[in-house]
């Protein structure tokens, strides 16, 4: 089925004429965010350290040098630790978590986290900071303390070198003993998404998906004269233009019918002709939720009304590979038993590729199982090991081999990188995906 010009500037507007309107300023962004926080503190963390057997949790941080979980912990506008800030949760059996803060008084967590340290900016603490930390914990008397060290996730081993000695030191010998890895509280805390952060993520990955409908239109590139890297470069302006930010350099590269031109990413000065294959990987960072996006797009030649059918065939293939994994996706499995199972779907379907999907959410790449990365296709140690939980956000990244008739047969890489939130069981597309490719006149 070819598409007429016409139809195709329509779908380009109906992709790039409204999304923009979804950002609301700064200040509204720290309301939308501080309210997810309190609730996450509400109901997330407390299922997620009882179902770790986490008593008491830990996070010591110092200014400039702030342990990675910190961030998604403090309030809007607060953007650091101030001096050094300690964060410490306690949840009983049967009760609420209990988020205290032991910190100077007045640097904006009094809203989120009681305050249990007497000193102020004007007058002198009764205990030190440390005192104040062995009292509190002394108090509460739990049988299993959490403290960021960690193994496998660089999210949970967040505890420096310095403050670990003066958190032993200040725990003393009865209470140190008690303390164990939180690394898995550290995890589930970051990837699990309330339905407030799921739905938000759909309007961000739209979002995401309007910047990339932009970057691959006749009003970005002109054949023969823009360079792959100046759809790059204005991807990562068009974001700063818009009061957002990128959490990784933009890429793009193509693929041309009789060039090897090696594998996605490379040649990012060659110049766009007609008849390309182009490729993205871009990601945004917006209300606190990062998005990894890669799409493809053709460059039409004098004549042609549609990507040769061969190009099209691909991306079905690919879209394919997708689903594969969509049904891969079970909860409890782990994310090497995923890869695992996924691959042999692809072998079964005959698709020649590779997957190297991660989990997303705060950070690009996020919090929970690693299912494959590019070069171990035969699963990940320690990452890949941890399990699939619902609620949660992933970044199918992939991409298949097609041999293209039209091209002579000469093997395509269509790699695609798709946001999918698994909730209540099932895998759903965040902002839609891409089924054809952009076709650039």
């Known amino acids: 089925m070819t598409t007429s010009p016409t139809a195709r500037l329509a779908y380009e507007r109906q992709h790039v004429s409204d999304w923009a309107e979804k950002i609301v300023p700064l200040r509204r962004r720290t309301e939308i965010t501080n309210g997810w926080l309190g609730e996450r503190l509400r109901s997330v963390l407390p299922e997620v ?6 008593d008491l949790w830990i996070v010591v941080a110092r200014e400039y040098n702030e342990d990675p979980v910190l961030f998604s912990l403090l309030p809007a506008p607060m953007m650091s630790a101030r001096r050094r800030t300690i964060l410490v949760f306690h949840a009983p059996e049967g009760g609420d978590v209990e988020a205290m803060a032991i910190a100077n008084a007045g640097i904006g967590l009094d809203e989120y986290y009681r305050a249990m340290w007497a000193k102020t900016k004007t007058a002198q603490a009764s205990e030190t900071q440390w005192e104040c930390l062995r009292r509190v914990v002394a108090e509460r008397d739990p049988k299993r303390i959490g403290i960021d060290v960690a193994d496998d ?27 164990t890895s939180a690394e898995r509280v550290v995890v589930g805390w970051l990837e699990r998404r309330t339905p407030g952060e799921i739905d938000a993520a759909n309007g961000v990955n739209q979002m995401a998906h309007g910047i990339i409908a932009e970057a691959f239109s006749s009003r970005v590139v002109h054949p023969g004269v823009t360079t792959a890297l100046d759809v790059a470069w ?39 002709r007609p008849g390309d294959l182009l490729h993205c990987d871009f990601g945004l960072h917006y209300l606190g939720l990062a998005t990894d996006t890669q799409q493809n797009a053709y460059v039409l030649r004098l004549g042609e009304e549609a990507p040769p059918a061969g190009l099209a065939r691909a991306l ?15 909860a409890g499995r782990s994310g090497n038993e995923i890869l695992a199972d996924v691959l042999g779907r692809m072998r079964a379907a005959g698709i020649d590729g590779r997957v190297y999907t991660h989990p ?12 494959g990365m590019y070069d ?7 990452r890949g090991d941890y399990p699939l939980f619902d609620d949660t956000l992933h970044s199918f990244e992939m991409y298949a081999e097609v041999d293209v008739p039209e091209w002579d047969d000469q093997r395509v890489k269509l790699a695609t990188e798709q946001i999918v939130a698994f909730t209540g069981g099932r895998v759903h597309y965040l902002g839609g995906r891409q089924t054809a490719l952009h076709t650039i006149a």
């Not at 990784?248 to 090897?260: A, E, I, K």
């Not at 690919?318 to 079970?330: C, G, H, I, P, R």
């Open 234 to 272: 204005w991807l990562r302006q068009r974001v700063n233009d818009l009061g957002l930010t990128v959490w990784f350099q933009p890429t793009v590269s193509l693929q041309r019918r009789g060039v090897t031109l090696g594998d996605i990413g490379s040649s990012p000065d060659e110049v766009i």
């Open 316 to 330: 079905a293939v690919a879209n394919e590979q997708q689903d594969l994994l969509a049904a891969s996706m079970v």
């Open 360 to 371: 997303i959410g705060y950070h690009g790449h996020g919090a929970g199982p690693m299912i």
């Open 376 to 382: 171990q296709q035969e699963g990940v140690a320690g």
């Open 49 to 54: 350290m009882r179902r770790e057997g986490i």
């Open 153 to 179: 996730f660089a999210f949970g081993d967040g505890l420096s070198k310095r403050e670990y000695d003066g958190l032993m030191e200040a725990l003393g010998a009865d209470l140190a003993a008690r303390t």
